[in-house]
């Protein structure tokens, strides 16, 4: 598969993808959500692919927002601009679902639908100089690729209405005290740290991860008994692994574990 927006490469285990304009900030026009979606399909249908880092190319932007000449264009039409919601929302939810976790590696400015593709990672890292936020109150919008879902959930819905209302950027460091960003490193640090983070989740039981990030993502949509109960089923599941006999074996034994996935 040959992309014009983005770049992908799988290295040891990892899917990077990189939003690839960064002339115009790394801002989503369709050809690159359209990218996106393909890269996010051949992620996970490659069985060789165990995680996944989006980033931006260039020194600046993260991504800075759904193009908006692009977005310009569906003024005065509500089914169009409904459309171009649900399209990326469907991309983005396509990474969120994968079953395999992903870093949004954020190098800039995070905005509007930038956040938003942020917020569809499974976590976050930034760099103390990049900045977040969903500015499109500003441009007479809302957010439309989930934003306004995902941040109430991620950080509480204090935080996505001050953010939403006020249209503010926020610094990483704001971002990190509120919990959108896990991880903040130094511009310098910021591949180590997120690399670092990576190979701490790629050294445990794939299952366990797949099942940990699953339970948290339906545990959202549900009440505190019937997550539990979902807990209890995936606790059962997880038994029947042999990386559970293999991650309690390797304790005992006083070994690293070689887990298999299986
Ligand atoms: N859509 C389309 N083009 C964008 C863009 C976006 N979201 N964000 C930046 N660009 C383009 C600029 O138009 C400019 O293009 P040009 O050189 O052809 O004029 C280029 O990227 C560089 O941006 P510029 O504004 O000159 O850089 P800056 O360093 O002065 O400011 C930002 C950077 C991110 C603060 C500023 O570009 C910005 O506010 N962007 C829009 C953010 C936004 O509202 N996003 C939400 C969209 S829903």
């Known amino acids: 598969m040959s992309y014009e927006n983005i770049t992908y490469a799988v290295d040891g285990g990892v899917a990077r993808i990189t939003v690839n304009r960064p002339d115009k900030m790394n801002a989503l026009n369709h050809q690159t959500i359209t990218e996106l979606g393909q890269a996010f399909d051949a992620a996970k249908a490659d069985d060789a692919v165990r995680a996944l880092i989006l980033t931006g190319s260039g020194p600046k932007a993260f991504v800075a927002g759904a193009d908006i000449t692009e977005l310009l264009a569906q003024a005065g039409n509500a ?10 929302q469907e991309v983005f939810r396509k990474l969120e679902h994968m079953g395999k976790p992903s870093i949004a590696m954020v190098n800039g400015f995070a905005l509007g639908g ?3 593709l942020a917020l569809s990672c499974t976590l976050r890292t930034a760099s103390t100089n990049a900045k977040l936020g969903l500015p499109e109150t500003s441009l007479g919008i809302i957010p439309g690729y989930g934003g306004s879902q995902r941040l109430a959930r991620i950080a509480g819905p204090g935080v996505a209405r001050e953010w939403i209302l006020t249209g503010d950027m926020f610094s990483a460091e704001e971002a990190h005290r509120v919990g959108v960003v896990n991880r903040l490193f130094s511009p310098e640090e910021l591949e180590e740290g997120t690399q670092k983070m990576l190979k701490s989740m790629l050294a445990k039981g794939p299952i366990a991860l797949r099942f940990g990030m699953e339970l948290v993502l339906r545990g959202w949509d549900m009440d505190q008994t019937a997550g539990e ?3 209890t089923e995936y ?3 997880a ?3 042999e990386d559970m006999k293999e991650g309690m074996s390797a304790f005992v034994e006083k070994r690293r574990a070689d887990f298999q996935g299986k």
């Open 79 to 88: 089914k169009g601009a409904s459309d171009l919601a649900a399209f990326g």
């Open 114 to 116: 930038g956040c938003e």
């Open 229 to 231: 109960a979902l807990e």
């Open 235 to 237: 606790f059962g599941k």
């Open 239 to 241: 038994a029947e692994t």
